[in-house]
């Protein structure tokens, strides 16, 4: 799996430097504040990537915390319950001995 993720990484970063070099052009950027900025197409476009993609990877990233101490915590219970093994209740003395 991770091979298979390594290739497809490599062909979409192919494909980006692809695109940068034959899109190398100066565009201009309107501030917030009103003032226009000039940069690459390349750049404008990595900071939309960045900007989609870092929340979506600090949402998984923090559930995937989640998950795994809540693995750690059921895991802890099972071990605590397999160490004292299994309880047997202990028979009640009667007051009358069994009848053969």
Same mark, same amino acid.
């Given at each position: 799996?991770?091979?298979?993720? *390594?290739i497809? %990484?490599?062909i979409? #970063?192919?494909?980006f =430097? ?7 052009t100066?565009?201009?950027i309107? *501030? !917030? ?10 750049? =404008?476009? %990595?900071?939309?990537? *960045?900007?989609?993609? #870092? $929340?979506? #990877?600090l949402?998984h ?15 802890r #219970? ?9 309880r047997v209740?202990s $028979?009640?003395?009667?007051?009358? !001995? $069994? =009848?053969?």
């Amino acid at each position: 799996m991770k091979a298979l993720r *390594l290739i497809l %990484f490599g062909i979409v #970063l192919a494909l980006f =430097v692809l695109f940068a070099y034959s899109n190398w052009t100066p565009v201009d950027i309107v *501030l !917030p504040n009103g003032s226009t900025a000039k940069t690459s197409l390349p750049i =404008v476009v %990595f900071a939309a990537f *960045l900007l989609g993609w #870092l $929340p979506v #990877l600090l949402l998984h990233l923090a559930s995937r915390a989640s998950w795994r101490r809540r693995t750690a915590k059921v895991e802890r #219970l099972l071990d605590d319950a397999l160490s004292t093994g299994p309880r047997v209740a202990s $028979p009640s003395p009667t007051a009358f !001995p $069994p =009848v053969p």
